[in-house]
């Protein structure tokens, strides 16, 4: 297991970022900044094949699992499935949920501690809407004013699936830009996909961020991203809020486009 942690400081931020050497990885869990939101645990799982990897409810808490790679079968309530590449799945508060390796399979582990006020809601799953699965290059895309046109945004888990937690993904090729913006009502992770390659712009630092990179961005903080030709710029957004203030700005900023675009 290796990792190596960065850290810099600019006025009053500190930006925390660490990065897994995904070719030395063996079968592990890699927590990944842990204490850098209050509520939210992040951890690189590395699965070999053959193996089994189970991980039981635990109360009012939420696991958000993102495939990287591999090839597997996931279980979970009365859904037993066989698939490979990218995905989300998100177990009830009630499931528990099992991956069975086919091949050498990574997953991003997300665990979100659900806020007090929104924890009945949680228990409740009145639609049956879990375990929730959403094949990576078939979420909803959308459209904010921070991102050019060429930009390719998508919506992996909206807003109201788990209280309190949203993800999605921003894809783009060299030159391209997101415009530099603060949303002090979000705290928020990027993860970097493998391929990704970019620099992320707070205040007035610039990090480099390549694969297999998680970053928490300063709550606050005027922040954007850049990628330069030939680059891939190829991340996970990660939000946790609480309260009315970040379902506004979410609701308000994303717009569906009913496309299903690709490079």
Same mark, same amino acid.
């Given at each position: 297991?290796?990792?190596?942690?960065?850290?810099?400081?600019?006025?009053?931020?500190?930006?925390?970022?660490?990065?897994?050497?995904?070719?030395?990885?063996?079968?592990? @869990?890699?927590?990944?900044? &842990? %204490?850098?939101?209050? #509520?939210?645990?992040? +951890?690189?799982?590395?699965?070999?094949?053959?193996?089994?990897?189970?991980?039981?409810?635990?109360?009012?808490?939420?696991?958000?699992?993102?495939?990287?790679?591999?090839?597997?079968?996931?279980?979970?309530?009365?859904?037993?499935?066989?698939?490979?590449?990218?995905?989300?799945?998100?177990?009830?508060?009630?499931?528990?949920?099992?991956?069975?390796?086919?091949?050498?399979?990574?997953?991003?582990?997300?665990?979100?501690?659900?806020?007090?006020?929104?924890?009945?809601?949680?228990?409740?799953?009145?639609?049956?809407?879990?375990?929730?699965?959403?094949?990576?290059?078939?979420?909803?895309?959308?459209?904010?004013?921070?991102?050019?046109?060429?930009?390719?945004?998508?919506?992996?888990? @909206?807003?109201?699936?788990? &209280? %309190?937690?949203?993800? #999605?993904?921003?894809? +783009?090729?060299?030159?391209?830009?997101?415009?530099?913006?603060?949303?002090?009502?979000?705290?928020?992770?990027?993860?970097?996909?493998?391929?990704?390659?970019?620099?992320?712009?707070?205040?007035?630092?610039?990090?480099?961020?390549?694969?297999?990179?998680?970053?928490?961005?300063?709550?606050?903080?005027?922040?954007?991203?850049?990628?330069?030709?030939?680059?891939?710029?190829?991340?996970?957004?990660?939000?946790?809020?609480?309260?009315?203030?970040?379902?506004?700005?979410?609701?308000?900023?994303?717009?569906?486009?009913?496309?299903?675009?690709?490079?």
């Amino acid at each position: 297991m290796t990792g190596s942690l960065t850290k810099g400081v600019k006025k009053m931020y500190q930006v925390d970022m660490v990065k897994i050497n995904a070719a030395q990885q063996k079968e592990s @869990r890699v927590p990944m900044l &842990p %204490g850098a939101i209050p #509520g939210a645990e992040v +951890s690189l799982l590395t699965l070999e094949a053959g193996n089994v990897y189970a991980k039981e409810p635990e109360a009012d808490k939420a696991f958000i699992y993102l495939t990287i790679d591999g090839r597997f079968r996931f279980h979970a309530g009365r859904i037993d499935i066989s698939v490979e590449g990218r995905y989300v799945f998100i177990p009830g508060p009630d499931q528990k949920a099992e991956f069975q390796v086919r091949t050498r399979t990574r997953v991003l582990e997300i665990c979100w501690k659900i806020p007090a006020d929104n924890r009945d809601e949680w228990k409740s799953d009145v639609c049956g809407a879990f375990p929730y699965i959403q094949e990576y290059i078939t979420s909803t895309q959308y459209r904010d004013k921070n991102k050019s046109d060429k930009t390719i945004s998508r919506e992996m888990v @909206r807003q109201r699936i788990v &209280p %309190g937690f949203c993800m #999605g993904s921003v894809e +783009s090729y060299g030159y391209d830009k997101v415009a530099q913006h603060p949303h002090p009502m979000l705290d928020q992770f990027f993860f970097s996909f493998p391929e990704n390659d970019v620099d992320v712009l707070i205040d007035d630092f610039k990090v480099p961020m390549k694969g297999d990179t998680l970053l928490h961005i300063p709550l606050g903080s005027n922040h954007g991203v850049e990628v330069h030709e030939p680059n891939h710029m190829h991340y996970i957004w990660i939000d946790f809020f609480l309260g009315q203030a970040g379902l506004d700005r979410l609701d308000s900023s994303h717009r569906h486009t009913g496309q299903m675009r690709r490079f």
